[in-house]
């Protein structure tokens, strides 16, 4: 069975510092799916990510995906407080979710 | 352009009722999905549906049932509401290239 997990699950960063939010899933798949969640809102798409060694930018994050290691990442550069949300990804094609990381920007 | 609707936004149910989240989408999308959002467990998928007539199981769907008679609605069935069901679900629906996925803007469900 598809297990996916991110960490970290809670994450506090200062305004401008960079920082990284990990996605392991634990079987073979080439579609990967990052999300964004305000509070009490619904889901944004972010990425698609759909082959080993894709890599998307859009403002301030980039994601990638490493099918090999069964990995993706999502890169937060010079963050803003607007930046504050619940990240998610999902993996595969009936998008199993992992548990999601809650980002604060503090200025 | 609606994209996804789901209805209601809110609802309270007591023990043992049964009620139907409705969901429906405009983009003419193949895949729909039921979702419910627990609390630091991310979203977990209840059922899907790859066509109209064609629907699947997935990692919690008990006490669920759905249905695919068209294109454009995936209601979702709670035949016996029970306490553990209050979350909030969402409806998802995509194109047959699994690319993005568009979400409905929720229904928060509790059960007393």
Redesign the interface.
């Given at each position: 069975e598809l297990k996916?997990e991110?960490n970290p699950?809670f994450l506090s960063m200062q305004e401008g510092k960079n920082y990284t939010i990990y996605c392991n899933y634990s079987t073979t798949s080439d579609?990967l799916?990052w999300y964004r969640q305000d509070p009490g809102?619904?889901?944004e798409?972010l990425f698609?990510l759909?082959s080993n060694g894709a890599v998307k930018q859009e403002g301030r994050l980039m994601a990638s995906l490493d099918t090999k290691a069964r990995l993706s990442t999502l890169h937060i550069t010079a963050a803003v407080h607007d930046l504050s949300a619940t990240y998610?990804c999902?993996v595969d094609?009936?998008?199993?979710?992992?548990?999601?990381t809650r980002l604060t920007v503090k200025p | 352009n609606a994209g996804v609707t789901q209805t209601p936004k809110f609802q309270v149910l007591k023990t043992g009722q049964s009620m139907t989240l409705q969901c429906a989408q405009d983009m003419n999308h193949e895949y729909m999905s039921w979702y419910r959002q627990d609390p630091g467990m991310g979203l977990r998928l209840i059922h899907y549906s790859v066509g109209a007539g064609i629907t699947d199981q997935g990692e919690v769907p008990n006490g669920y049932n759905v249905s695919r008679s068209t294109t454009e609605d995936f209601p979702l069935r709670l035949l016996s509401a029970a306490p553990s069901q209050t979350s909030v679900y969402f409806c998802a629906s995509r194109d047959t290239g699994f690319r993005v996925a568009f979400f409905g803007q929720g229904t928060r469900l509790t059960v007393v």
């Open positions: 996916v991110q699950l579609r799916y809102k619904s889901l798409s698609v759909l998610f999902a094609n009936d998008m199993r979710f992992g548990a999601g | -």
